[in-house]
C-alpha cells in the first residue's frame, strides 16, 4: 500500500514538474511575444516621427527643385507657386503631425500623446510606459 502511495505521489509530482515546464515555457513565448510587439510599436513611432520630421526639413530643397524644373520646362514659375506649393506643405505637415499623435501605446492601447496639445513622448499619457521600452513593467 505505502508503494502505491509513493508511487501515486511521485506520479502527481512529475505532473506538477511538466505543468511548471509548460508553464514556464508559456509565460517565456508570452512574454517574446509581448516583447516583438512591443518593437514594432516603437519602429511605428520612429517612422512616425521621421515622417513628421521630414517634411519641414524637406520644404526648401523640394521646392528648389521643383523651381529649377519648372524654369528648364516652362521658362518661369507659375504666379500661383508659392500658394500652392507653400500651402501643400503645410497640409503635408499637419497631416504628418496628426498622424504621429494617433500613435497607440502598446500596453494600454490609448492614445500614446493624449488629447490635448501636449507632444511629449517621453511617457504615455495614460499608463506613464516610458518610449521605447521593451517590456510593459
Not at 516603437?42 to 516621427?49: K, V
Not at 515622417?51 to 530643397?61: D, E, N
Not at 501636449?118 to 516610458?130: G, T
Request: charged share 20%; with cysteine; net charge positive.
Amino acid at each position: 500500500m505505502a508503494i502505491a502511495t509513493e508511487m501515486a505521489s511521485a506520479k502527481c509530482q512529475g505532473e506538477i514538474v511538466v505543468y511548471l515546464a509548460v508553464s514556464l515555457l508559456a509565460n517565456a513565448r508570452t512574454l517574446r511575444t509581448n516583447s516583438d510587439r512591443f518593437e514594432r510599436a516603437w519602429r511605428d513611432l520612429r517612422r512616425r516621427d521621421l515622417l513628421f520630421r521630414a517634411i519641414p526639413l524637406s520644404f526648401v530643397p523640394c521646392a528648389v527643385l521643383i523651381i529649377v524644373v519648372l524654369n528648364a520646362t516652362y521658362g518661369d514659375v507659375p504666379r500661383e507657386f508659392g500658394r500652392w506649393v507653400g500651402g501643400g506643405w503645410i497640409a503635408a505637415f499637419f497631416a504628418a503631425g496628426a498622424y504621429r499623435r494617433r500613435f497607440r501605446c502598446p500596453r494600454c492601447s490609448e492614445l500614446f500623446f493624449g488629447r490635448g496639445l501636449s507632444n511629449n513622448s517621453a511617457r504615455c499619457a495614460h499608463c506613464q510606459l516610458p518610449a521605447h521600452a521593451t517590456v510593459a513593467r
